[in-house]
């Protein structure tokens, strides 16, 4: 499944990279509809991203009525965005790789 929104990055206290994006209300269902398939512990999903012209594997994860979607420090320092930026995100569910 493939996914295309535009989100603000933002801030949270989790685990590093703190930046994420949050995925739409309107495609979360979706997402979960998705994770019944590829989820790996903790509810993990995992896919391949691109922001800009930097393609990377992470994994969402379940936060309150959302997914979070990481922003690794490497694909912020590529791509020049950072906290309060709004970027267009491309997801590839359940499809991983080794970027």
Do not use: N
């Amino acid at each position: 499944m493939k996914l295309a929104f535009e989100a603000p990055i933002i801030e949270w206290r989790g685990p590093p990279p703190y930046l994420f994006v949050a995925v739409p209300e309107h495609l979360v269902g979706e997402v979960a509809y998705a994770a019944r398939e590829v989820s790996y512990g903790w509810g993990m999903v995992p896919a391949t991203v691109r922001i800009g012209r930097t393609d990377f594997a992470t994994a969402l994860f379940r936060r309150g009525d959302t997914y979070m979607l990481p922003i690794k420090v490497a694909v912020q320092r590529a791509e020049g965005v950072g906290f309060g930026d709004r970027i267009a995100v491309i997801v590839e569910i359940g499809s991983v790789s080794r970027c």
